[in-house]
């Protein structure tokens, strides 16, 4: 059992409409969920973004919160709808229309970790999904949701910057043999979930910092992404993924000798982003 399942960092004073949140650095693992996982502890971690809260840790500094889970991916994905349930894993659960996340085995409780390997063996019942739901899943949404209201309550509008890392082996075929492969890669679901001037200004503060930086391929957003992106309404959301190879051993799951340096170059990033939450720096920063 979860004693917490979010963590949420304000700022002392809030100073800018963006919201930083980061659903896959959780690494609370519930002793009864080890115990029934067949894999090592190496293995059952694969598919955390690991360290990617300390990486953002600065963003209250800047007059942004930021949420972050503590329940583990492997245990709880909160970047699926929470009706994502696998019948291959779940007992007693329909076959519903066709879903490549569920059908790869990454529904909102996943039944495998990055590669494919099987987290369990046998099937969960309906009520151990639904707890897990009930327990981790709703609390963060349900705050992520408040902090996006208190945003557009006090700026006129709320923007999401949804924070990830994306494996180095993902980056490999993207584009032809030799072209620069991007450090991070921006996703608005083609646009749908952001107004294209934040979606630029988001950009240009990771290629001021020197970071190679490319738009929806190989990921464009998932749920949450899709679920807050509400641009007609002022709520805008954008994920960020950035490559783990630039700040962490991902074998062994441990910062790399460039951690420090790179998370100072992120805070630089992090500062220009919280301004473009600030209306009327945005306006200056156009003009």
Same mark, same amino acid.
């Given at each position: +059992?979860?004693?917490?399942?979010?963590?949420?960092?304000?700022?002392?004073?809030?100073?800018?409409?963006?919201? %930083?949140a980061?659903?896959?650095?959780?690494?609370?693992?519930?002793?009864?969920?080890?115990?029934?996982?067949?894999?090592?502890?190496?293995?059952i971690?694969?598919?955390?973004?690991? #360290?990617?809260?300390?990486?953002?840790?600065?963003?209250?500094?800047?007059?942004?919160?930021?949420?972050?889970?503590?329940?583990?991916?492997?245990?709880?994905?909160?970047?699926?709808?929470?009706?994502?349930?696998?019948?291959?894993?779940?007992?007693?659960?329909?076959?519903?229309?066709?879903?490549?996340?569920?059908?790869?085995?990454?529904?909102?409780?996943?039944?495998?970790?990055?590669?494919?390997?099987?987290?369990?063996?046998?099937?969960? /019942?309906l009520?151990?999904?639904?707890?897990?739901?009930?327990?981790?899943?709703?609390?963060?949404?349900?705050?992520?949701?408040?902090?996006?209201?208190?945003?557009?309550n006090? %700026?006129?509008?709320?923007?999401?910057?949804?924070?990830?890392? +994306?494996?180095?082996?993902?980056?490999?075929?993207?584009?032809?043999?030799? /072209?620069?492969?991007?450090?991070?890669?921006?996703?608005?679901?083609?646009?749908?979930?952001?107004?294209?001037?934040?979606v630029?200004?988001?950009?240009?503060?990771?290629?001021?910092?020197?970071l190679?930086?490319?738009?929806?391929?190989? #990921?464009?957003?998932? %749920?949450?992404? =899709?679920?807050?992106?509400?641009?007609?309404?002022?709520?805008?959301?954008?994920?960020?993924?950035?490559?783990?190879?630039?700040? +962490?051993?991902?074998?062994?799951?441990?910062?790399?000798?460039?951690?420090?340096?790179?998370?100072?170059?992120?805070?630089?990033?992090?500062?220009?982003? /919280?301004?473009?939450?600030?209306? +009327?720096?945005? =306006?200056?920063?156009?003009?």
């Open positions: +059992m979860l004693e917490h399942p979010y963590h949420l960092a304000r700022p002392q004073a809030r100073t800018t409409s963006i919201v %930083f980061s659903p896959h650095s959780g690494r609370d693992y519930p002793a009864s969920f080890l115990h029934r996982a067949q894999l090592d502890a190496n293995e971690r694969s598919s955390e973004d690991a #360290f990617v809260d300390q990486l953002y840790a600065s963003a209250p500094d800047h007059g942004a919160p930021l949420l972050t889970a503590c329940a583990p991916r492997a245990y709880l994905d909160l970047n699926r709808g929470p009706d994502e349930l696998d019948p291959a894993l779940i007992a007693g659960v329909r076959r519903a229309p066709h879903n490549p996340r569920i059908a790869s085995g990454l529904g909102v409780v996943p039944r495998v970790v990055a590669n494919g390997r099987a987290i369990y063996h046998g099937k969960l /019942t009520e151990e999904a639904h707890y897990r739901i009930a327990s981790c899943w709703r609390p963060y949404h349900d705050k992520l949701q408040t902090l996006l209201d208190e945003a557009a006090s %700026f006129g509008e709320a923007i999401l910057v949804d924070c990830h890392s +994306m494996p180095h082996e993902a980056l490999e075929n993207l584009g032809p043999s030799g /072209t620069p492969r991007p450090d991070v890669v921006l996703g608005d679901r083609f646009g749908a979930t952001a107004a294209p001037a934040i630029e200004a988001i950009e240009t503060a990771f290629i001021r910092a020197g190679r930086v490319a738009r929806n391929m190989p #990921f464009a957003g998932a %749920f949450i992404t =899709q679920h807050y992106g509400r641009p007609a309404k002022r709520q805008h959301a954008v994920q960020v993924e950035i490559d783990r190879a630039l700040y +962490m051993d991902e074998k062994r799951l441990k910062p790399n000798d460039n951690f420090d340096a790179f998370k100072s170059l992120l805070n630089g990033v992090i500062a220009e982003i /919280t301004d473009i939450g600030r209306p +009327m720096e945005r =306006q200056v920063a156009a003009e």
